[in-house]
């Protein structure tokens, strides 16, 4: 059985820094897709991050790019979210998601992830 946590949310001013951990319980933490979602009230659920766990590449959505980092650590089954010069427009719902994947490409639609963390909160305040 997957279970993702998430934690490292919370409350922050703009121009802040928050970095969101999600620990994962997978067997043989290997060739998965691994995402970071979030959802604001009202909005639809969107992709921020994503990566394969046997690929350095990463994706980000066009409106965090340059000021997200996603990273891995395979040792610890654990994936990252880095967030720099946060908005108030970030404020959401951050979840992380995975799902099994033998190819490197990870779909950025949050239709393809089958598993889901229980989600963390980030407030940011202008």
């Known amino acids: 059985q997957v279970q993702l946590v998430e934690s490292g949310g919370g409350s922050v001013q703009a121009g802040g820094s928050l970095r969101l951990s999600c620990a994962a319980s997978?067997?043989?933490?290997?060739?998965?897709?691994m995402g970071w979602f979030r959802q604001a009230p009202g909005k639809e659920r969107e992709g921020v991050a994503r990566m394969h766990t046997n690929s350095l590449s990463t994706y980000y959505s066009d409106s965090v790019k340059g000021r997200f980092t996603i990273s891995r650590d395979n040792a610890k089954s654990t994936l990252y979210l880095q967030m720099n010069s946060l908005k108030p427009e970030d404020t959401a719902m951050y979840y992380c998601?995975?799902?099994?994947?033998?190819?490197?490409?990870?779909?950025?639609?949050?239709?393809?992830?089958?598993?889901w963390g229980q989600g963390t909160q980030v407030t940011v305040s202008s």
């Open positions: 998601a995975a799902a099994y994947s033998r190819s490197w490409y990870c779909a950025p639609s949050s239709n393809d992830y089958n598993y």
């Open positions: 997978i067997y043989g933490y290997s060739s998965y897709c």
